[in-house]
């Protein structure tokens, strides 16, 4: 186990509704990425944040935004929910210092979520 | 740019055989190199990581050597095991970078 939490565990949401997703880091960890997992592809950086800032981002629109909070977890929220949003959405923990390059990422096991 | 190529599966194989999934990379500079292991219904646990050239990851009779020569980071088990089915996907880091870039995911089923 990792020690990386995340909640809720599986959600079904209708297109156009926003759903906002939690995070909670492994102790000592201060920085938290999101990825999106489709079916049978790999995961697919959204964003990183650090010390409670958005730290770099994948191709991803602007619906899709972040927060991190001062215990260094976070919640991905994302509006105007569409039906290929279906996926797995995973939250990834790890210690960065200073500007230095992040290196293992612990992931959480995941949050499923449904678009009809 | 990044990116990351594995092979292909679906891999199945007896209790037992030797296993190889081969997977190469594109990046600048020394990037990290890593397998996931990715159960059924789960997230992403870390199987093995290298971060230098000629580094050997290895974890739970799993293995893995960081060729730059070749760009490879191919994950190999002497004997596999029931319990070893799963998806395996490799992964990179860049040099003071701060995502990572993974592959499509190699599944591999074991039958006794």
């Known amino acids: 186990e990792t020690g990386v939490t995340q909640s809720p565990t599986h959600l079904i949401k209708t297109r156009g509704q926003q759903v906002t997703l939690r995070c909670s880091s492994q102790?000592?960890?201060?920085?938290v990425s999101w990825y999106q997992q489709a079916l049978g592809q790999g995961p697919q950086f959204i964003f990183q944040?650090?010390?409670?800032?958005?730290?770099g981002r994948g191709n991803f629109p602007p619906r899709f935004s972040g927060l991190q909070f001062p215990n260094y977890s976070s919640e991905l929220n994302v509006n105007a929910l569409e039906l290929d949003d279906s996926a797995l959405y995973l939250c990834?923990?790890?210690?960065?210092?200073?500007?230095?390059?992040?290196?293992?990422?612990?992931f959480g096991p995941g949050t499923r979520l449904l678009v009809l | 740019g990044n990116s990351v190529t594995q092979m292909e599966g679906p891999v199945t194989l007896s209790e037992e055989a030797f296993l190889t999934i081969n997977c190469t990379y594109t990046a600048t500079g020394y990037p990290s190199l890593f397998w996931y292991v990715q159960y059924p219904g789960e997230g992403l646990q870390l199987l093995l990581k290298?971060?230098?050239?000629?580094d050997k990851g290895s974890n739970k009779g799993f293995e893995a050597t960081y060729r730059k020569e070749t760009t490879s980071f191919h994950l190999e088990k002497g004997s596999v095991q029931v319990s070893d089915s799963a998806v395996y996907f490799c992964?990179?880091?860049?040099?003071?970078?701060?995502?990572?870039?993974f592959g499509t995911g190699t599944s591999l089923t074991v039958i006794p």
């Open positions: 102790s000592g960890h201060n920085t």
């Open positions: 990834a923990s790890s210690f960065r210092q200073g500007l230095a390059g992040v290196e293992t990422q612990y």
């Open positions: 290298a971060t230098k050239a000629d």
């Open positions: 992964a990179l880091t860049p040099q003071n970078g701060n995502q990572f870039y």
């Open positions: 944040y650090y010390r409670e800032e958005e730290n």
